[in-house]
């Protein structure tokens, strides 16, 4: 059995005397202990929602979520508030991507720490302040005993990124969800923090998922990748498999668009046409068709289906042929 079961996931936002939106529309998919999972796209494609469903934080009014959210053969989706905070913390943990507004301004870093392993692990809050003194010097933030007492403005972005680390891991998740991590972070910091989260999760039953849109993450880290445009998957492959061969034409173009180490001095870099808001409905036809290069005439008017293709999915009528994608993406 995986570790969690995504069926049919979809969120509706609805406010009074405007259009309802779908921001996320039927996404399945599976995560096993220990692996580490992709979902990749374009800001606003559906990432962040698709993990607040998950962790249940969407607003009780205005957002209608439905499908399944099984974790461990029990249906998240199904629980009720209090349950859904004893399950929040002790067995699912979330990095959120703004560490500055995600932590509390007001209250020492070390409290944030303490608190959830005095709430989920019965912890006094001496134990507590020993174990989050650990914690920290853990996730790599140097002199843990004089950072518990400092607010997070006192503190670098990296510093409050790893402080957010230690706070989901703290009671030893089996899932993790890092929902782009490395925003607004140097290249060092970024790299550091990547190293950090693959080591936590090496050798153990943890399960990550990581939401990005920046494939070089993806590259380095996960074993199995999901793209999403407009809400959906269109594309779902194993790492080397979708590096080596892309088949959708916006798999296609999110790697075409990468700098390449290899490319002639002055070689221009070739961008996904148009933006995410250049869509047309799931239900008129494919929603990248306005900005995808292979678009037929069918692509407008009947919707694609996720069907089987190789080893992983494909939501496309007319595919990148594997010998361009080798031939164009190979490096990337």
């Not at 580490?36 to 606003?44: A, R």
């Not at 962040?48 to 934080?57: K, N, Q």
């Not at 590096?243 to 961008?271: C, Q």
Request: proline share 6%; glycine share 10%.
């Amino acid at each position: 059995m995986a570790l969690l079961e995504v069926r049919d996931l979809s969120v509706v936002f609805k406010r009074r005397g405007e259009k309802a939106f779908t921001a996320v529309d039927g996404v399945s998919f599976d995560v096993e202990p220990g692996q580490t999972v992709g979902l990749v796209g374009e800001s606003g494609c559906g990432k962040s929602v698709t993990s607040l469903a998950i962790m249940g934080l969407l607003p009780a009014r205005g957002a209608q979520v439905t499908g399944s959210v099984k974790f461990e053969g029990e249906d998240l989706l199904s629980l009720s508030d209090k349950e859904m905070r004893d399950r929040r913390g002790r067995e699912l943990g979330m990095v959120f991507q703004d560490p500055l507004s995600s932590l509390n301004p007001v209250i020492p870093i070390g409290l944030q720490v303490t608190e959830v392993l005095e709430r989920h692990r019965g912890m006094t809050r001496k134990a507590a302040t020993a174990e989050a003194i650990t914690l920290l010097n853990k996730v790599g933030i140097p002199d843990p005993a004089r950072r518990i007492s400092e607010y997070p403005h006192q503190i670098s972005g990296g510093m409050r990124q790893r402080a957010l680390i230690a706070i989901a891991l703290a009671c030893r998740p089996r899932l993790l969800i890092a929902d782009e991590p490395t925003t607004a972070l140097d290249v060092t910091i970024q790299a550091q923090i990547l190293n950090l989260l693959s080591e936590l999760v090496a050798g153990t039953d943890t399960a990550l998922i990581m939401i990005t849109h920046d494939l070089g993450v993806v590259a380095g880290l996960c074993d199995q990748v999901n793209v999403m445009y407009g809400g959906r998957i269109v594309e779902r492959a194993e790492r080397h498999e979708l590096f080596a061969r892309s088949r959708h034409p916006y798999t296609h173009g999110l790697l075409a668009s990468i700098p390449r180490l290899d490319a002639p001095r002055g070689e221009k870099l070739v961008p996904i046409k148009g933006s995410v808001a250049d869509n047309i409905p799931w239900t008129g036809g494919c929603a990248f068709a306005p900005r995808c290069p292979n678009a037929l005439d069918v692509c407008r008017q009947e919707s694609p289906e996720l069907v089987p293709d190789g080893g992983g999915m494909l939501r496309c009528h007319n595919p990148v042929e594997p010998a361009a994608a080798v031939k164009e993406g190979a490096g990337a």
